[in-house]
């Protein structure tokens, strides 16, 4: 048996001698190859880096300190292995692996430099741009990344990176819908305020204590009309802001203030209502109270006064 054997191998010793030198060759070239080697060696390095990203997370819950730290540790990383692979001396046999390769990690570290940037400026008014174009550039490094596949290259992002971008953007896109919500709010709150200022502009003349003139009147001897014909004046312009206010819609946090100019107009109602009703009397009389119509004015005032103490407080 020996001998047939050792027969076979004279025989066709160049075939096999051909056949060792082409399986060497192949081994070489697939296993043994350096510039292979030093490529996956980049490639795991990526792979273990990406997966330090989920560290810091609890569940679907991004925080915003430790994962700036992460990502910053994690962008140095890669750019260290991004330096490795560019001074590589590659051949031309693995030169365009080593190019897609140098474009994943290229955009992977802006991955980590855009997220950064946004985790750290979350009250930008460009926020929604600068979450696009995070969009955009993963999804360039997942087709670099997906071609270094389809070369033969184990490296892209796993379930770890996947995962902590898509909390990421869920978190952003969170933020972005509280500040969107907050900005519609603070305008409508601002265009609120700027038309109760006109109301208040107008309704300010009509506080006046008319307490002061009724009594020099009255110690001049004077008629009371003038008095009368200022307050129907004073209730013609009442009924105008009533009207008009009657109209108005309010955001609901400006509720308080809109309820108190309401429960203010309603008060001066009943204050100036009083107070013509005892004008008309003392012209009769000449000696009717004003103490009813005082505590009116006076209860008038004091809602008129928490109005103002609320806006004030609301534009703090």
Known sequence: MPDTILKTIKKYWFVILIFIATLT?????????PEKKSLNNVCCAVNAINSASLKDMKGSIINASPSISTLTDIQTKLITQKNTLDSLSISKNYLAQKQTLQLALSENIKICEQTIAILKNQNSNDLATSLTNLQ????????????CMN??????????FAKFYKNACTYINEIIKIKRDNDITSSQNKTFFNTMSDYLSKFKPLTEDLNPAINRVKSDQRTLNVIINDVY?????????????ATMSY?????????LFSSTLDKYTDYISCLLDTLKKDIKTNSESYDTANQKYSDMMQEYNKLNDNINN???
């Open 251 to 259: 955001p609901k946090d400006c509720a308080s203030c809109y309820n």
């Open 136 to 147: 955009t550039t993963y999804t360039m490094c997942s087709k670099h990344y997906s071609t």
């Open 25 to 33: 060759f192949i081994s070489y070239k697939y296993f043994f190859n």
């Open 233 to 245: 004046e004073k209730e013609s312009s009442l009924r105008d802001i009533k009207d008009s206010f």
């Open 314 to 316: 609301f534009s703090k």
């Open 151 to 160: 070369q033969g290259f184990d490296c892209g992002f796993n379930n770890n």
